[in-house]
Antibody, heavy 125, light 107 residues
Framework: EVQLLESGGGLVQPGGSLRLSCAAS????????IHWVRQVPGKGLEWVSG????????YYADAVKGRFTISRDNSKNTVYLEMNSLSAGDTAVYYC??????????????????WGQGTVVTVSS | DIQMTQSPSSLSAIVGDRVTITCRAS??????LSWYQQKPGKAPKLLIY???NLQSGVPSRFTAKGSGTDFTLTITSLQPEDFATYYC?????????FGQGTKVEIK
């Protein structure tokens, strides 16, 4: 089955850290730019970060810049989001996706779109 | 950041209705505009890219137009599976930014 699978979410105290993983199965991630998008339950979508297929280019939302780091290991078919200095405002469902056209500086070509099922990050004491 | 103002925030419609959602950008984004559909508890799904282009596999009842700052998504004949929340996304600037969403509900 072709899918993306996120993992690594959970409950963390304010100021803590988590590392999210986005693993692909059934297809090769290294052909695609990958993005993280988050959503507070009941609220809208927020783009968080994106990485080019070769990892040479990375981009971040202002709200996470300096605290989050996106990376990828194409040999493991996995993208990571390292999250530090977490606060309550980071509480959300985090999705990874290869959705094309999400950021024109990374790619602008049609291809099949995949999303993970989401992983829940809760920052609370 | 480029702000995306989407309207309405919600609407009620019946099967067969023609429904139009609008999105306005705070600055010119040419045609770097996409539309996504999200159903409760599910990940979003890309419908439209480049302001007017239908993603592969998306039904042709979804149409879109616009360029510059003003964009629309139209569902020409609403189907039961179309009741969902729709978001626009601009990809012209960094960061890409979503509209606040339009919830399409059953009347």
């Amino acid at each position: 089955e072709v899918q993306l699978l996120e993992s690594g979410g959970g409950l963390v105290q304010p100021g803590g850290s988590l590392r999210l993983s986005c693993a692909a199965s059934g297809f090769t991630l290294d052909n695609y730019a990958i993005h993280w998008v988050r959503q507070v339950p009941g609220k809208g979508l927020e783009w968080v970060s994106g990485i080019s297929s070769t990892a040479l280019l990375t981009y971040y939302a202002d709200a996470v810049k300096g605290r989050f780091t996106i990376s990828r290991d194409n040999s493991k078919n996995t993208v990571y989001l390292e999250m530090n200095s977490l606060s309550a405002g980071d509480t959300a469902v985090y999705y990874c996706t290869n959705s094309p056209f999400m950021l024109r500086f990374l790619e602008w070509s049609p291809h099949p779109e995949y999303w993970g099922q989401g992983t829940v990050v809760t920052v609370s004491s | 950041d480029i702000q995306m103002t989407q309207s309405p925030s919600s609407l009620s419609a019946i099967v067969g209705d023609r429904v139009t959602i609008t999105c306005r950008a705070s600055q010119i984004i040419t045609t770097y505009l996409s539309w996504y559909q999200q159903k409760p508890g599910k990940a979003p799904k890309l419908l439209i890219y480049g302001a007017v282009n239908l993603q592969s596999g998306v039904p042709s009842r979804f149409t879109a137009k616009g360029s510059g700052t003003d964009f629309t998504l139209t569902i020409t004949s609403l189907q039961p599976e179309d009741f969902a929340t729709y978001y626009c996304l601009q990809s012209y600037g960094v960061p890409p930014t979503f509209g606040q969403g339009t919830k399409v509900e059953i009347k």
